[in-house]
């Protein structure tokens, strides 16, 4: 048997596998208001002009009417209604899709979050089985939401990505398609209310779109492009480059800080080389899993977890050397770079010994490889509305249970029936004894008249009933294991608090004494959400609690897709 030169394994199984399946656009972009969705559905008008058999899987306006009007004379697939806790959420519908069996679908906002109850928790999985059926697929992306950008995106935008895919969704496109428009039209189109209600404007202008922020995410949008087309460029010749040592590694530990930001880095460096790369745990024998705590295990699993969504082959190594056992694969798998943490402080007494860090070791030993140390001793930002919910924990809508102490979506802690609304003013005291009592599930430790009594002797030494109308009363507890909250509309205000505004939203906040900066996360969390007046105006006008939860989780999906 001949093979040819540069055929990789399985690559004819490859071709075989994706001749069956639809082919996949994305339409990208910098920043909502871009025109993306808007030039998705011209397309599909076009293509309804040829005869192609095209229908909308879902698209989001977002009250734009040029993006409405475009709608009118395309087929729309309805919208599946789920039923969760007495609400109603609408998503799109994958099986009437794949069922109605069009040639082409187009599907908005490829990064979307599904609602509880969704078999699957990204709308990019639906997309992946829509595509599997052999539907064509015409789909929108802005930048911001590929994964390996989090930390990027974070430190240059200052703004915290929830709803995020992995890499190698992007690399799967048949054709990408860069939507652009320069950063003054963009802030022109958003002047003149065709992004957001007039208002949004200013609050959107000072924030997300001012131009230093607009220019980063047009030239982060560039260099994907740039990236995504020399990858397909490559795949085209031969690849005799493969053979060479140019592979990269990641190194994780149990509870390295900053895990994710090295698998983030590494993912960037191996796009920007075209190189497979590997995130590579060593087990030593004091890890054994019989031997490391529940909490260890959980964070390591997360963190591989992370690593095969980014991308990456994901190796558990057994040895007592982890510098020979490191050195020992890059060899075996032709590794040229290797990304590593920065190591801790080694105490003088070791040092005189002759104790060395791991980087040192390797620097010392390796020869002809790149050790890229990335700095990872900051530690990570507490994150208020950026993740999105991981499967089987996605319905976590109780304020009983938090799957990760990171993730701070209020809709997340927060359900309808933790919600209290009054129509007349009432007393603070009478006030909190109803809050308290509604995650009282959570608190059997600790009696309703304990945490009134906690909550009153904390608002005489300094009251947290502020005179922006709203107010964020909050006790740690022992033994709660994690944060309970409920949420108060006065709509006439809290009569015996005297404010220049009535206060008429007040957020309960019931946090583990055991994690003193969960409390300080979940303050900052809300503070920034009530600095919006739009928020303010519709959790405040809501007529019942069940409205009120949809507006916070509306609000939520639009600061997402931000």
């Known amino acids: 048997m001949t093979a040819l030169v540069g055929d990789r394994p399985g690559s004819f199984l490859r071709m075989i596998r994706r001749s069956q399946r639809g082919r996949f656009k994305i339409y990208l972009g910098y920043g ?84 509880p109850g969704n078999r699957n928790p990204k709308r990019y999985q639906d997309v992946q089985e829509i595509l599997a059926a052999g539907i064509h697929v015409i789909t929108t992306l802005n930048v911001q939401h590929l994964e390996s950008l989090y930390d990027t995106v974070e430190k240059n935008v200052h703004v915290k990505v929830r709803e995020r895919i992995p890499d190698w969704i992007l690399g799967e496109a048949d054709e990408i398609v860069n939507v652009d428009i320069s950063p003054e039209d963009l802030q022109k189109r958003l002047h003149d209310g065709k992004i957001y209600p007039s208002e949004r404007v200013q609050t959107a202008l000072s924030n997300f779109f001012t131009s230093d922020n607009l220019e980063t995410l047009r030239e982060l949008t560039l260099r994907e492009l740039v990236s995504q087309i020399d990858t397909k460029r490559r795949e085209h010749f031969d690849d005799q480059s493969q053979m060479a040592p140019d592979q990269v590694m990641v190194c994780l530990s149990s509870r390295g800080p900053n895990s994710a930001r090295l698998l983030r880095y590494a993912s960037r460096l191996a796009g920007r080389l075209n190189r497979n790369w590997y995130a590579l745990y060593v087990q030593t024998p004091s890890e054994e899993p ?216 007040v957020f309960l906040i019931l946090s583990p004494e055991e994690d003193p900066s969960l409390q300080v996360r979940l303050l900052g969390m809300l503070s920034r959400l009530v600095r919006n007046k739009n928020f303010v105006e519709q959790v405040v006008e809501s007529d019942s609690s069940e409205r009120a939860w949809i507006s916070i989780l509306n609000f939520e999906k639009e600061v997402s897709h931000k």
């Not at 909308?56 to 209604?81: F, N, Q, S």
């Not at 590593?340 to 070791?350: D, H, V």
Request: charged fraction near 25%; charge should be negative; proline fraction near 5%.
């Open 290 to 505: 019989t031997v490391i705590d529940p909490r260890t295990q959980t964070i390591l699993s997360e963190t591989l977890t992370l690593a095969k969504q980014l991308g990456a082959i994901v190796f558990t190594y057994k040895g007592s050397d982890i510098t020979e056992t490191l050195l020992r694969f890059a060899k075996e798998y032709r590794v040229g770079h290797i990304v590593i943490g920065t190591p801790g402080p080694i105490p003088f007494w070791k040092r005189i010994m002759g104790k060395r860090s791991l980087v040192e070791n390797l620097i010392q030993n390796a020869t002809g490889l790149t050790i890229v140390v990335l700095d990872t001793r900051e530690p990570l930002v507490a994150q208020e509305d950026n993740e999105e919910s991981k499967p089987g924990t996605v319905a976590n809508y109780s304020g009983t249970h938090v799957p990760n102490a990171n993730v701070l979506r209020l809709t997340l802690l927060l359900s309808p029936n933790q919600i209290v609304l009054w129509d007349n003013p009432i007393n603070k005291r009478d006030l909190l004894e109803q809050l308290v009592k509604r995650p009282a599930n959570g608190t059997r430790t600790h009696s309703v008249a304990d945490i009134l009594t906690g909550l009153m002797k904390r608002e005489d030494e300094s009251s947290t009933f502020f005179n922006e109308g709203v107010a964020f009363p909050h006790l740690r507890l022992t033994g709660i294991g994690v944060p309970l909250l409920a949420l108060g509309i006065a709509s006439k205000g809290v009569s015996d608090v005297l404010t220049e505004l009535p206060v008429k939203l």
């Open 32 to 115: 909502a208001g871009v025109g993306k969705t808007y030039q998705m559905l011209l397309e599909g008008h076009r293509m309804k002009a040829e005869g192609i058999d095209v229908v909308i899987g879902l698209v989001e306006t977002h009250g734009r009417p040029d993006t409405a009007k475009l709608i009118e004379g395309l087929e729309v697939v309805p919208k599946h209604k789920e039923e969760y806790r007495g609400i109603s959420l609408e998503e799109m519908d994958v099986d009437a899709i794949i069922a109605r069996k069009p040639q082409v679908a187009l599907i908005d906002e490829l990064a979307h979050t599904n609602a």
